[in-house]
């Protein structure tokens, strides 16, 4: 039954899950995010955190530097989707085993060009336009990234470039080969920029004020995608995520990852606003991350201390092995060491798990139970630090992962046992033969 079940992941789950976590889009846009925005967004959240603290008398004590403190944090934080364009473009153009680091800084200067109003730029506030070079300008900053490194590496394979004879230096002749798509790419955007500029608009702020602007690139997206930004923020939306993110780590995708790829834009943009506005969105990156993966992908903590108590000498190791990583939310011995991948016992648990979880947790911070996640912090924060800082030092967000905790603990306690289970039948046949061989032996001798 097990082994027909594994053939039925194997042949119907894999083939389309494993097409789209290879896809290199979402490979290049999972790096980016990782590698050029993260370290930058979790160092600039230290200054809100501080900027905001927990306790009344200190923040009445900080109240008159706060701006101050938060510059750090705007400049970081508040300008992801700059950087974000130059590791989309640096990420891809690794992929596509092109030179990097000219694609990425173009794509920078074509992001500033396409969130700048074309306009007296000595009259030009940066408080005007910062908010697009943050949570706001994440898609034009994914898509100027992509369309950076693309132009740029069809360009140096094809006739259009300037080419220089081969005594000139490499590094020159590499200038020389950028600048006829740099020259192509800023015209174009810059165009597109000066006729979108040309145009105004009411647009709504962060707080909820509005005012008439010169309209910008960011701005006509996030109006384009803002019932896109509303349903993401909705519990169908977050239902499909998790169901999507362990399906994928079912067949041993790294189902966080991928739908990060995809919907991280939506998560920041939702936090942004949580964090300096005062927003009340629920669907963000600590929502998944601080409060749905306890111990790991799955909510897989209260497996672990099952394991070590098991007559499965293969879970007890197993559990020995995940203790230590499960502190901080690490589970990759318990997904492939169980395993929970390709086994359609534990698959069960291991999705309906999460499931269950992302419920109870969207109606708690929708009742407002539980302040609504505000603070991005790194996933390896050990459960009760974590529900804590994410909520902006509410305490019940602590108590509410220790509570998703027991409800894990209570979901996955029959399909551990079954598993178990199965799992001495199959240790005590192995040992059976082993152990008539010793007696021959004994026998013999």
Do not use: C
Not at 78 to 96: D, E, I, K, N
Not at 124 to 145: A, C, M, Q, T
Not at 153 to 180: C, D, W
């Amino acid at each position: 039954m097990i082994e027909r079940g594994s053939a039925w992941v194997e042949r119907f789950l894999v083939p389309p899950l494993g097409a789209l976590a290879s896809n290199i889009f979402l490979q290049a846009i999972r790096d980016a995010f990782i590698i050029f925005t993260l370290p930058l967004i979790l160092a600039g959240s230290l200054f809100l955190i501080v900027a905001n603290p927990p306790i009344k008398a200190l923040a009445d004590l900080i109240a008159p530097y706060q701006s101050a403190i938060l510059v750090p944090f705007q400049l970081s934080f508040g300008m992801m989707a700059l950087f974000l364009a130059f590791g989309v473009a640096y990420s891809l153009a690794q992929y596509r085993r092109t030179e990097p680091v000219q694609p990425a800084v173009l794509a920078m200067v074509l992001f500033l060009i396409a969130s700048v109003p074309v306009s007296d730029l000595t009259n030009l506030k940066l408080g005007d336009v910062l908010p697009y070079f943050g949570g706001e300008g994440l898609l034009v900053g994914i898509l100027i990234g992509i369309l950076t490194t693309e132009v740029v590496r069809r360009f140096r394979g094809s006739r259009f470039i300037i080419r220089l004879p081969k005594s000139v230096p490499p590094n020159v002749t590499r200038a020389f080969e950028a600048l006829v798509p740099a020259i192509l790419l800023i015209t174009l955007v810059w165009s597109i920029e000066w006729f979108v500029s040309s145009h105004t608009g009411v647009v709504t702020d962060a707080s909820g004020h509005s005012k008439v602007q010169q309209l910008t690139l960011p701005i006509l997206l996030m109006r384009a995608f803002q019932p896109l930004v509303l349903v993401q923020d909705s519990y169908p939306a977050a239902l499909l995520e998790i169901v999507l993110m362990m399906l994928l780590w079912s067949v041993g995708i790294h189902g966080m990852n991928v739908v990060t790829a995809i919907a991280l834009p939506f998560w920041l943009s939702t936090l942004t606003v949580n964090a300096t506005a005062h927003g009340h969105g629920i669907v963000t990156e600590p929502f998944f991350h601080i409060f749905a993966h306890l111990g790991g992908s799955g909510a897989t903590w209260p497996l672990v201390i099952y394991m070590l108590r098991s007559r499965s000498a293969q879970l007890r190791t197993v559990g020995k092995v995940a203790l230590g990583p499960a502190v901080f939310n690490i589970n990759e011995p318990v997904t492939f060491g169980v395993p929970m991948a390709l086994n359609p016992v534990m698959m069960i648990p291991f999705v309906l798990v999460p499931v269950i979880i992302v419920t109870i947790n969207y109606i708690v911070f929708a009742v407002g139970l539980v302040h609504v996640p505000v603070v991005l912090q790194p996933f390896t924060v050990p459960v009760g630090i974590s529900g804590f800082v994410a909520s902006g030092g509410d305490i019940k967000g602590s108590l509410l992962q220790f509570f998703d905790l027991a409800v894990s603990a209570i979901l996955y306690y029959p399909f551990f046992k079954a598993w178990e289970r199965i799992l001495i039948q199959r240790e005590e046949a192995a040992a059976r033969p082993e152990e008539r061989s010793e007696r021959l032996a004994a026998e013999v001798h």
